[in-house]
């Protein structure tokens, strides 16, 4: 496709349920970024894949949340047990390498009742 | 700590008013500046940016900004702006040599009629 894509658009779910994000960057991006924006605050810096490897996964904030990427193409951010406080939107952005500019998606808008 | 710092959370303005969203990054190597626009329920766009070279950038929509290195700021400017810029206004840097934005909190601008 022309942009990064995400799916679903909105996900609402009940707490301690699991959920699976999906990212599909721009064709032929190695790099890929998520994101977390909680309401009225800036970006979050969660997890970058360079490849399909994951160099810096510091930004996770706790061992529910995962992350992966097949075929230097499609990535999947799953958050275990969900709670309340994960409530956000989860952004994904792909660029051709570092420090080039990253394009992101539209965002997939998480709620947890 | 790197860090980018939106002084301003809201930015009510008239149409065809003038207006500047500021931008302060502290940093003690060269770095790489960013300003993106988000509309509601869509991603971040990318509006502009600074790698090197002049310190005037300009960008879409009719938007500027200059990077001053002694006031370590990147205020983003726009001399007339129409009700269509109302938006999210993220500042963004990324030290060179790294694959991190560190974002800003976001400025929210508000075009009156």
């Known amino acids: 496709g022309a942009g990064v894509s995400q799916s679903p658009s909105n996900k609402v779910t009940e707490k301690g349920k699991d959920v699976e994000l999906r990212c599909d960057p721009i064709?032929?991006?190695?790099?890929l970024y998520w994101y977390r924006q909680r309401l009225g605050q800036g970006l979050e810096f969660l997890i970058y894949?360079?490849?399909?490897?994951?160099?810096?996964k510091s930004g996770l904030p706790s061992d529910r949340f995962s992350a992966e990427r097949t075929g230097e193409s499609v990535s999947t951010l799953t958050i275990q047990r969900t709670q309340q406080e994960d409530s956000a939107v989860y952004l994904c952005?792909?660029?051709?390498?570092?420090?080039?500019?990253?394009?992101f998606g539209p965002g997939t808008r998480l709620t947890v009742l | 700590a790197q860090s980018v710092t939106q002084l301003d959370s809201q930015v009510p303005v008239f149409e065809e008013a003038p207006v500047e969203l500021r931008c302060n990054y502290s940093?003690?190597?060269?770095?790489?500046l960013f300003w993106y626009v988000q509309y509601p329920n869509q991603g971040l766009q990318l509006l502009l940016k600074?790698?090197?070279?002049?310190?005037l950038v300009k960008g879409i929509n009719g938007f500027e900004a200059e990077f001053n290195k002694s006031q370590t700021s990147f205020h983003l400017r726009k001399p007339s702006v129409h009700i269509s810029d109302t938006a999210e206004y993220f500042c963004?840097?990324?030290?060179?040599?790294?694959?991190?934005?560190?974002f800003g909190t976001g400025t929210r601008l508000k075009v009156l009629a």
């Open positions: 952005a792909s660029s051709l390498g570092v420090n080039n500019e990253q394009f």
């Open positions: 064709s032929g991006h190695t790099a």
């Open positions: 894949f360079q490849g399909n490897s994951a160099p810096d």
């Open positions: 940093s003690s190597v060269s770095v790489y």
């Open positions: 600074y790698l090197s070279g002049s310190t």
């Open positions: 963004a840097g990324s030290i060179s040599g790294t694959y991190k934005y560190i």
